[in-house]
């Protein structure tokens, strides 16, 4: 069973475009992440959502919003895609919103022509 | 600000040979600490933390890690490396103070030659 899955694992589209990246947890958590992997593989906290509302929120173009319908799903909309948004997404869940281990999915590939 | 470094990008050992790699943190509360693996093309697998208690915590896959708050650093150590273990490693730390952020190292590239 997977703990934290994402869709799609690889997504390839021009610049200009707007897509959509899913994530969702079967692990019960109430706090789901995004995390955003340069090509070198520096990972950084995008943002967090506890109980479907919005408690980390670092600085990130506002052309990246993301949506939790429940506490299970939470996914990613970027707006008018540029070529530096080319990256690996990771989605991530906690049990709770204070310190608490988190678990990873495998990360979606997003490479921006 | 707290912040993570590892400083070494790559390291490389020869099977069955021990392996230490280094951590050091900044953090203005108490820290909590993780080491995690990526395979390549794989998510992130924990493979151990510390929140308290003893300072020297045993994870998965023979790994283990020793916090020392006076040097401020969470070496990962394993005593006999496996040529599965090639992946790359990241520290990361979070604490109270900021919610459940965690903020990562750059991470270290670990080859294992045969």
């Known amino acids: 069973d997977t703990a934290v899955s994402q869709t799609p694992k690889y997504l390839v589209t021009q610049m200009g475009n707007d897509k959509s990246i899913k994530c969702e947890q079967n692990l019960g958590h109430d706090t789901m992440y995004w995390y955003k992997q340069d090509s070198k593989k520096f990972l950084k906290i995008m943002f967090s959502?506890?109980?479907?509302?919005?408690?980390i929120n670092e600085t990130v173009p506002n052309r990246f919003s993301p949506k939790s319908p429940d506490k299970a799903h939470l996914n990613l909309h970027i707006n008018s895609l540029e070529l530096g948004d080319s990256a690996v997404y990771f989605c991530?869940?906690?049990?709770?919103?204070?310190?608490?281990?988190?678990?990873f999915g495998p990360g979606t590939r997003l490479t921006v022509l | 600000a707290q912040s993570v470094t590892q400083p070494d990008i790559h390291i490389t050992v020869s099977e069955g040979a021990s392996l230490e790699l280094r951590c050091n943190y900044s953090?203005?509360?108490?820290?909590?600490l993780f080491w995690y693996v990526q395979s390549p093309g794989q998510g992130l697998q924990l493979l151990l933390k510390?929140?308290?208690?003893?300072?020297l915590v045993q994870g998965i896959k023979g790994f283990e890690a020793e916090f020392k708050r006076s040097q401020s650093s969470f070496n990962l150590r394993k005593p006999s490396v496996h040529w599965s273990d090639a992946a790359e490693y990241f520290c990361a730390v979070g604490g109270t103070g900021g919610g459940n952020k965690l903020t990562f190292g750059t991470g270290t590239q670990l080859k294992v030659e045969l």
């Open positions: 510390y929140f308290s208690g003893d300072t």
């Open positions: 991530a869940s906690s049990q709770g919103a204070g310190v608490d281990t988190q678990y």
């Open positions: 953090y203005g509360a108490t820290p909590y």
């Open positions: 959502y506890n109980n479907k509302e919005l408690i």
